[in-house]
């Protein structure tokens, strides 16, 4: 029987092992084991010339939303914050429900704080049609903006807020039906999606601008399409395939499409095509050639003088029009005849490759340049002049994110830091309470105190701090600390937030974890006892052996750990789990086991002529918290 029990249970617990060791391209913490955010691998080649802020990415496995299934997934996609060090910021999946983000960065225009604002993809079954979002910086939803029915999906592609910091700009797409007389067959007819966009109001969602390339742009300028090409039903060719638009103080729009190859400029009085840049009907002489371009956005624009950036991918899914893809920066001037159009500053791909999909150009406050090139997260920041200053990606190869920003920014989040503590040691004189903690979105922690207290509603006593090293940070101080809590501190020694109270972990068979002692003599240390030894040692009287210092002016001297700590650290927790979960599976066993025997012994009685009784074994289930644990510490 007991052979069978570990035949069925052994490849489950096996699979479990694994899971452990795999993904090591994710990060993973303690405090917040519900999410796995993406690695960066980074490299600077000048970090001082680097402008200051974060990274605003959002990291997807499929363009499209993948239908829910029966197994666990922790977060993965969605918008995520980094530093310049790839450290992780903020995870802000579990608020869209493990769906692609589009489109994250942070707005200055609403309000006299930052905003965050994203594209919330449709869901899988298309009853959700998806939203632009709004987020304040406490990352709570300010407002959710769903398109009109008739718009459909709000698109992924763009969710531009406008300097009034009342409207905002995305594009669409609809399904029509036209005839190709365009194209010489005007008995024909096929679907298409045309392209277009919209100006918001981002409070009431209602449509204040739209325009549509139905009527304006013709079939033939399309560079996907010509005069042989099957006919397709519903949703149809699409012909120009709409990426980006900004608008211009005057009121005019530019937008992009990028299967036309070209950049338009639509009068925001009338919605005319004002002029073309690039493709095959071009209004400009220019001395550069740029095709299946994304993120057209305006540097400056003065009515005839005109300033544009954008990435030139100048390659598709099937072709290559250049050996290499590069972000421009463009200089217009509409007010002469031929009207011209000048390179002022060129970024090639560092790794001469090319960006055939997505990707996006934003200009910095300090004229430095960030690019995001989409595959793998790989994103680089350039000098004006063209030096390569920084450039990263993720660790993962399964991973890219449509867009990446760069912005300073300010989060203050609205729910407390989290805080993990859990106790181990091998006998009572060497037991020690290690805290993890992470502040999900905190931009301006620099150190933790760390507090232990005698009873939930006993007064603190601080045991020691350390400096922020990395999203969550692991301390380790001396003693069976119970009641603990952390208080997140910032440069100027302001407190910024406090954790809950939480009982410190301990383990659920003492023995098994590597404890040597007496289980029944094990008991919480009252800290107040244990950490106001360092006042008895100024006054002449010795600190017994084994305990460690610390000083409530918030100067201690218990060693925080390292990075190298930290992560042997965390393993040994990560083992810890692994030895619990092995636990929970020879605890199976011995139940199965047990069943079995009460199974056979069942058998028994009912053959034999005399019946035997049972005893009622006791269970934990349903014991108070403080029950348990009192059981686990006078019981071996």
């Not at 029987?1 to 303690?30: C, G, I, T, Y």
């Not at 499929?62 to 829910?68: D, L, M």
């Not at 300028?221 to 120009?240: A, F, K, Q, T």
């Not at 371009?293 to 250049?322: C, M, P």
Request: net charge negative.
């Amino acid at each position: 029987m007991l052979r069978w029990a570990l035949a069925l249970l052994l490849p489950l617990f096996l699979h479990n092992v694994a899971a452990q060791q795999h993904d090591e391209d994710l990060m993973s913490f303690v405090t917040l084991p519900q999410i796995r955010a993406l690695k960066f691998d980074v490299h600077y080649q000048d970090r001082d010339r680097v402008s200051p802020g974060y990274w605003f990415v959002a990291p997807y496995g499929q363009i499209e939303p993948e239908a829910p299934t029966h197994r666990f997934e922790q977060y993965q996609v969605g918008p995520y914050i980094y530093d310049g060090d790839g450290t992780l910021i903020w995870a802000g999946s579990p608020m869209f429900d493990n769906r692609n983000v589009f489109d994250f960065k942070a707005v200055y225009s609403i309000g006299d704080q930052p905003h965050l604002s994203l594209v919330w993809q449709h869901s899988w079954d298309y009853e959700d049609q998806g939203h632009g979002v709004i987020l304040k910086n406490n990352y709570e939803i300010e407002n959710v903006l769903p398109f009109r029915p008739d718009l459909g999906s709000f698109d992924i592609h763009e969710f531009n807020i406008l300097d009034d910091g009342k409207t905002g700009l995305a594009m669409t797409y609809r399904e029509q039906e036209i005839s190709l007389e365009d194209f010489g067959r005007p008995e024909e007819r096929t679907s298409i999606l045309s392209g277009g966009f919209v100006r918001l109001d981002i409070n009431t969602a209602d449509v204040l601008f739209e325009w549509d390339s139905l009527g304006q742009v013709p079939l033939h300028e399309s560079v996907h399409y010509g005069p042989d090409s099957p006919l397709e039903g519903p949703p149809g060719w699409d012909y120009v395939h709409a990426n980006s638009v900004d608008m211009n103080d005057a009121g005019d729009y530019i937008v992009s499409f990028r299967f036309t190859n070209t950049i338009y400029m639509v009068s925001g009085v009338d919605g005319r095509i004002l002029w073309r840049l690039g493709g095959q009907q071009s209004d400009f002489v220019q001395d550069f050639t740029f095709s299946k371009q994304h993120d057209i956005k305006f540097v400056e624009s003065d009515g005839t003088h005109h300033i544009i950036s954008f990435l030139n991918n100048a390659s598709d899914e099937d072709t290559n029009d250049e050996p290499v893809s590069c972000a421009l920066i463009v200089a217009l001037d509409t007010g002469v005849q031929p009207m011209t159009a000048k390179v002022i500053r060129r970024y090639n791909r560092p790794d001469g490759g090319l960006t055939r999909l997505r990707g996006n150009a934003q200009l910095l406050p300090n004229n430095n340049i960030f690019v995001g090139w989409s595959e793998r997260g790989y994103i680089t920041e350039f000098a004006p002049e063209g030096e390569v200053l920084l450039s990263a990606m993720f660790n993962s190869t399964r991973f890219s994110t449509y867009r990446a920003y760069k912005f300073e920014f300010t989060g203050r989040p609205n729910t407390p830091p989290d805080l993990v503590a859990s106790v181990a040691g091998t006998d009572a004189s060497d037991l020690a309470t290690t805290f993890y903690v992470s502040w999900n979105g905190a931009t301006d922690v620099a150190r933790w105190k760390f507090y232990a207290r005698a009873a939930a509603n006993a007064p603190p006593v601080l045991i020691g701090n350390t400096t922020k090293t990395n999203f969550e940070t692991i301390y380790t101080a001396h003693g069976y600390l119970d009641w603990v809590s952390a208080e997140a501190v910032d440069h100027a020694g302001n407190v910024l937030g406090v954790s809950r109270v939480h009982r410190s972990r301990v383990p659920g068979d003492w023995a098994a974890a590597g404890f040597k002692g007496e289980v029944a003599e094990l008991h919480p240390a009252d800290p107040y006892t244990l950490y106001s030894q360092k006042e008895a040692d100024q006054q002449g009287t010795t600190v017994p052996a084994g305990v460690d210092e610390a000083d409530t002016s918030g100067n201690s001297s218990i060693t925080p750990v390292d990075t190298t700590a930290e992560e042997a650290l965390r393993m040994a927790h990560e083992t810890y789990e692994l030895v619990r979960d092995f636990g929970a599976l020879l605890t199976a066993v011995l139940v199965l086991c047990f069943v079995a025997g009460i199974a056979a012994c069942v058998y028994m009685v009912l053959h034999r002529p005399r019946r035997k009784s049972y005893q009622h074994v006791p269970s934990e289930e349903g014991l108070p918290e403080e029950q348990i644990r009192l059981q686990s510490t006078t019981h071996e």
